[in-house]
């Protein structure tokens, strides 16, 4: 199939309103996928960090995922409102706050996500660790908290800056997680199409946050969504694709992802955001 022909049977399963985007290279790469080569725009050197042009606040957030023993949940869930409480207490000291928590109602079972916010850096980050390492209290909470998760997972992100920045909401929501892993070199595309795409769904309220990781997972994103319950989320899903330009934004972005899943969170009982 030639390159006209391509175009061609592109066009025709794009929206009608799409527009082919260029790519600094003419020349198709066997190696590469034909549809990726339309797509996605190569991105230019930089002597500026493909993070700072993304997100320009000296603010890291830290989100720990922790799957639980199916058994030990309320044991669990116990023991991290203490130690939430405890860390709060010292927040002036050690310079960190939760901004959400929750447990997995839809996907993965028996995990809990937590959220923290570091005002500062990667600095700020190091003096928090030696702290929690010379606190006992802390420390025998951890120790404790050992015996009750199965594996333990942490990124350190950075937050986008076309996004909101995760203010706590009033009582009661479900959030959705959206996580994915896109293809390295690709994620100033991700940020373009996405800081035009969010104006279309600003409207009724429902996103809550978006990040993307430093440390990690790389070229992993996260988009948090807010929702009364799910027949909400899927109104409001459905009336967004009568939004014109949301569907340009869907098929620009859908090349650059390798892959993606979704969480339904609910809010646990001493979540800032619920």
């Known amino acids: 199939m030639n390159s006209l022909s391509r175009i061609t049977v592109l066009s ?3 929206p009608k309103n799409a527009r082919l985007l260029g790519t600094s290279n003419t020349q198709l790469n066997a190696d ?24 320009d606040k000296e603010i890291i957030y830290a989100l720990h995922t922790h799957n639980i023993r199916p058994d030990s949940v309320d044991k669990y ?9 405890l860390v709060e207490s010292k927040k002036s000291e050690i310079g960190c706050e939760l901004v959400g928590s929750w447990t997995v109602s839809v996907g993965d079972m028996d ?14 980050i190091d003096k928090a660790k030696i702290l929690f390492k ?33 203010e706590p909401r009033s009582p009661s ?33 429902e996103a809550f946050a978006g990040y993307f990781s430093q440390i990690g997972r790389l070229y992993n994103v996260h988009h948090i969504w807010c929702y009364k319950d799910l027949q909400a989320r899927r109104e409001t899903r459905e009336s967004t694709w009568r ?18 899943h979704c969480r339904i969170l609910e809010p646990t009982e001493f979540s800032p955001t619920q």
């Open 12 to 14: 025709s399963i794009l």
């Open 32 to 55: 590469d996928g034909w549809l990726s080569k339309l797509l996605v725009r190569k991105i230019e050197p930089t002597k500026e960090s493909h993070s700072r042009m993304l997100s």
């Open 77 to 85: 869930l116990k023991n991290y409102k203490t130690s939430v409480a």
């Open 111 to 124: 995990q809990a996500l937590h959220l923290w916010r570091y005002v500062g850096g990667f600095e700020k």
């Open 134 to 166: 010379e606190n006992q209290e802390i420390r025998t909470l951890e120790k404790e908290r050992g015996d009750f998760v199965r594996s333990r997972h942490l990124q350190y992100l950075l937050a986008f800056s076309f996004w909101p920045t995760g």
């Open 173 to 205: 929501n479900i959030y959705e997680i959206r996580s994915y892993s896109l293809k390295p070199g690709t994620m100033i595309e991700w940020g373009n199409n996405w800081a035009r795409g969010l104006t279309y769904r600003r409207a009724k309220n």
């Open 243 to 260: 939004n014109p330009g949301w569907d340009e934004c869907v098929a620009y972005t859908v090349p650059l992802i390798r892959e993606m």
